[in-house]
Nanobody, 129 residues
Framework: QLQLVESGGGLVQPGGSLRLSCTSS????????IGWFRQAPGKAREGVSV????????YYADSVKGRFTISRDNAKNTIDLQMNGLQLEDTAVYYC??????????????????????WGQGTQVTVSS
């Protein structure tokens, strides 16, 4: 199990912003795809965004495109998820995960949580007025 630690969750009003960080080692970030996933109460875990390890290619769920941005901070060894325009339905526990998905998948394919073997403990994001 690879070490991944999430931070940055909290309570925000609709339309607000939060920035989540997934901290790991440079070795892990260089060798694994890192993804952000979320799970709301009573719902299945869903992929939010994934970034590749070599060329930093990014993939997004349709529900967050244009609002969320995934990026890598090499100085801090983090994968960050900038979340803007937050909506009530974004409320969930957000997890980061590491994996090695096969090449050539569709965008939706890279967001499949079954392709990611190592998971952090999660951070709560609550959007409420």
């Amino acid at each position: 199990q690879l070490q991944l630690v999430e931070s940055g969750g909290g309570l925000v009003q609709p339309g607000g912003s939060l920035r989540l960080s997934c901290t790991s080692s440079k070795f892990i970030l260089d060798s694994e795809y890192i993804g952000w996933f979320r799970q709301a109460p009573g719902k299945a875990r869903e992929g939010v965004s994934v970034i590749s390890n070599s060329d930093y290619r990014t993939y997004y769920a349709d529900s967050v495109k244009g609002r969320f941005t995934i990026s890598r901070d090499n100085a801090k060894n983090t994968i960050d998820l900038q979340m803007n325009g937050l909506q009530l339905e974004d409320t969930a526990v957000y997890y980061c995960a590491a994996g090695r998905p096969p090449l050539g998948l569709s965008e939706a394919g890279y967001l499949d949580s079954r392709l990611f073997a190592s998971w952090g403990q999660g951070t709560q994001v609550t959007v409420s007025s």
